[in-house]
């Protein structure tokens, strides 16, 4: 059975950090390109970062570029999000996913993801 669990969301100050893990089980992490993207309210779902399954490249959205970073130990099975000097505009809830291929897609689009996990950026 195939499953994605995110956790380490919370609420954070402005210019603080967290970071999201994302543990999988019932598939071979290595294989896959793994993401996040993150869907706030009244937004439309916006992706976040992929990295792919074969060299471990990675790629980060705009919006966040220079402020987050992502990373995979596939011998733990997980995926991280490091997000870094969060703004208010960061809050949503923030899903891991995988586009079950090995390289990443143009717009960080996934067909499976987990339940997501909240992060509430403000002073």
């Known amino acids: 059975q195939v499953q994605l669990v995110e956790s380490g969301g919370g609420w954070a100050e402005p210019g603080k950090s967290l970071r999201l893990s994302c543990t999988t089980s019932?598939?071979?992490?290595?294989?896959?390109?793994m993401g996040w993207f993150r869907q706030a309210p009244g937004k439309e779902r916006e992706g976040v970062s992929c990295?792919?399954?074969?060299?471990?490249?990675?790629y980060i959205g705009d919006s966040v570029r220079g402020r987050f970073t992502t990373s995979r130990d596939n011998a733990k099975n997980t995926v991280y999000l490091q997000l870094n000097n969060l703004k208010p505009e960061d809050t949503g809830v923030y899903y891991c996913?995988?586009?079950?291929?090995?390289?990443?897609?143009?717009?960080?689009?996934?067909?499976?993801w987990g339940q997501g996990t909240q992060v509430t950026v403000s002073s």
């Open positions: 990295i792919e399954g074969s060299d471990g490249r990675a």
């Open positions: 996913g995988t586009n079950w291929a090995t390289i990443c897609g143009v717009d960080f689009e996934f067909d499976s």
């Open positions: 019932g598939f071979t992490l290595d294989h896959y390109a």
